[in-house]
Structure formats: structure tokens, C-alpha cells
């Protein structure tokens, strides 16, 4: 086991040998070595060398000190540069060397620095598994309910070609209206989870976007004519501008804007699109009933969470 030992002690008992070491050596050898009277230092000569004695402890400790807060200064340089790439870099740094025989303070540091990264690794190990686990989950749970749905859906159709009272044929279309929307659920679930996975690449290149708001609202205005909602749609004809995007994500982006105003805003019967070529922005409003109030068709907020995701 490696034992402890202090750098400071270390450091004290070290400069107290320079210290006192050569006077306790010139006072034994003045008061137990006989010196003959022919070779007595007269009062000057020992004048002097007293001096060059306690100047040669001076320098002594001073270079003794300065060495020692040199090696201190470096090995607390390197631990900082240590912490400071990983901070820079984003990543846990490398362990640091520890020496392999008793520690001092600056090793104990060391050594709980090199313990907290390896807990910090087991724990990001430990969460990529988790999360790795949980979409895997998801994945399967959106795939397995689709079955279910889908056998209820048919049993829905087959009811439809029943005779049955009007609240009967309520009751089914307010049955089939819920397994669409669980449906969707599901769909922005999966979505929400292969975006943060990574399942879907981001690929940025220079987008036309007014072309690109023009397309996706052609493709989306059978579902507002179905609604009864006035489109206003106002896109320039000549001026455009490009944003460096992943054209499959803004359409992304729009498809999800568009479904929630079929989805929560349908009441409104209004929608404003309009496209800023000198300002470079896409504004969607409605005059649905707000963020603020829920509707039925309301869900977890999980398409938003996917949009944040795409959009950041």
C-alpha cells in the first residue's frame, strides 16, 4: 500500500538542515577540535568567514527554495493544462502519471483527479447504454401498437357497413379519429428518437428557400382546402435567399408546423404564410385558440422537441 508523505514537511525539514546544519558544525569543531595558538584565525579572518558561512546558507536556500517551487509550479502546470484541454476540447481528459512510490499532496490530487475521471467515463458509458436501451424500446413499442391499431381500424370499417343508431357512427368515427391521432403520437415519438440518435444525418447545403416554402405549401394545400382554412400565403416571385440547411429537415420543419395547425388550430380557419426575403424569415401564424390553451388534439409536446432539435 502506498503510503503518505508531506510535500511541505518535506520542504521544511529540508531548508531547517540548510539552516542549521553549518553553525551546529562550526560550533562543534570550535568547541571539540583543539586548534594550536600558532594557527588561531585573528578576530578579522573569523569575521569573514562567519560572513561567507552565513551568506553561503542564504544562497543556499535561496536556489533550494527556488527549485522547489519550480518543480512545484510544473507539476501544477501540467495538472491544469490537463483540465484546461478537456474543458476547451469538450471531452474527459487522460489520466494523469502519478509517481509509483510514496504520494505527496500534489500526487494525492493527481490520483483523486485520475479516480473522478474514471467514474465520470463508467457514467457516460452507463448513460450511452441507457439511452441506447431506450430508443431501441421505442423503436420496438411504435412498431408493435402499429399491429393492434391497425386491427382495430379494420374493425372500425367493418362496423361502418353496420346499420347502427347515429350515436353508434359517432362513436366510431370519434374511435378511428383516436387511433389517427395515437397514431401520429407514435410517429412524432419515433421521429423525436431517430433525430437524437443520429439515425437522421444532417447534410447542409445551400437551400433555395423560398422555392422550398413554395413547394412544401403546394403540397399542404389539399389538406387546408379539406379544413376550410384560408391560406394567405405571401412568397416573392423574383428575390430568394439561400440558407446553408438540410433540405430534408426544413421540409421536415414545415410538415410539422403545417400538421399542427391542422391538428390544433383548424378552428381558426385562417392561416398567414409569409416568407421575409430582406429579413430572411419564415413566419407561420393562425388564429387558433394559442399556445396557452389546450385542445383535445393536444399531445406531450414531443413534434415541438423534435423541431427544437432540428432547428438549434
Do not use: C
Not at 100 to 124: A, V
Amino acid at each position: 500500500m502506498k503510503q503518505n508523505r508531506s510535500l511541505f514537511r518535506r520542504f521544511l525539514k529540508v531548508h531547517f538542515l540548510f539552516i542549521f546544519f553549518p553553525p551546529l558544525v562550526l560550533i562543534f569543531f570550535s568547541a571539540f577540535v583543539p586548534v594550536s595558538t600558532e594557527k588561531e584565525m585573528n578576530t578579522l579572518n573569523l569575521f569573514y568567514f562567519t560572513l561567507f558561512l552565513f551568506g553561503f546558507i542564504i544562497v543556499a536556500f535561496v536556489v533550494r527554495s527556488w527549485m522547489f517551487f519550480l518543480r512545484l509550479h510544473k507539476r501544477l502546470t501540467r495538472l491544469q493544462e490537463v483540465m484546461s484541454f478537456s474543458a476547451n476540447n469538450n471531452s474527459f481528459p487522460k489520466p494523469i502519471s502519478v509517481q509509483t512510490g510514496r504520494l505527496d499532496e500534489i500526487d494525492q490530487l493527481g490520483s483523486s483527479f485520475n479516480w473522478m475521471i474514471q467514474q465520470l467515463e463508467d457514467s457516460r458509458k452507463r448513460e450511452y447504454e441507457e439511452e441506447l436501451l431506450r430508443h431501441r424500446l421505442i423503436a420496438n413499442l411504435s412498431h408493435d401498437l402499429r399491429t393492434p391499431l391497425t386491427i382495430l381500424r379494420g374493425h372500425i370499417t367493418r362496423l361502418n357497413k353496420e346499420s347502427m343508431s347515429s350515436e353508434g357512427q359517432d362513436s366510431l368515427a370519434e374511435m378511428n379519429h383516436t387511433i389517427t391521432r395515437v397514431g401520429n403520437l407514435m410517429d412524432d415519438l419515433l421521429s423525436y428518437t431517430l433525430l437524437t440518435s443520429g439515425k437522421h444525418p444532417f447534410h447542409p447545403t445551400s437551400t433555395d428557400i423560398v422555392r422550398l416554402v413554395r413547394a412544401s405549401v403546394a403540397e399542404w394545400y389539399p389538406a387546408f382546402e379539406e379544413k376550410e382554412i384560408q391560406l394567405d400565403v405571401d412568397l416573392p416571385t423574383v428575390k430568394t435567399f439561400y440558407w446553408e440547411a438540410d433540405p430534408k429537415w426544413m421540409k421536415r420543419v414545415l410538415d410539422n408546423l403545417f400538421q399542427n395547425i391542422l391538428r390544433h388550430a383548424a378552428e381558426g380557419k385562417y392561416t398567414n404564410i409569409v416568407v421575409d426575403v430582406e429579413k430572411e424569415l419564415i413566419i407561420v401564424a393562425d388564429r387558433g385558440p394559442g399556445m396557452d390553451n389546450s385542445s383535445y388534439e393536444g399531445g406531450s409536446g414531443i413534434g415541438l422537441s423534435a423541431l427544437n432539435h432540428m432547428l438549434m
